[in-house]
């Protein structure tokens, strides 16, 4: 699967599906971040759009 595939699955119609808790999802984020700091710009680009896609989602502590 390549990056660009990924964003398609990210623009995917659908319902949303809660099968995350928060502490999942800020561990996902976390990882996304540093997936960012690779040197693939399509997997920097991929990890970064998901991290704030996901990002925008987790409620503030």
Request: hydrophobic share 40%.
């Amino acid at each position: 699967m390549t990056p660009d595939d990924i964003e398609h699955l990210m623009d995917a119609p659908g319902d949303r599906l809660p099968l995350l808790t928060p502490g999942e999802a800020g561990a996902i984020v976390a990882l996304l971040g540093r997936l960012a700091h690779r040197d693939d710009d399509q997997l920097r680009r991929a990890a970064l759009e998901l991290q704030t896609r996901l990002g925008l989602r987790l409620p503030t502590p």
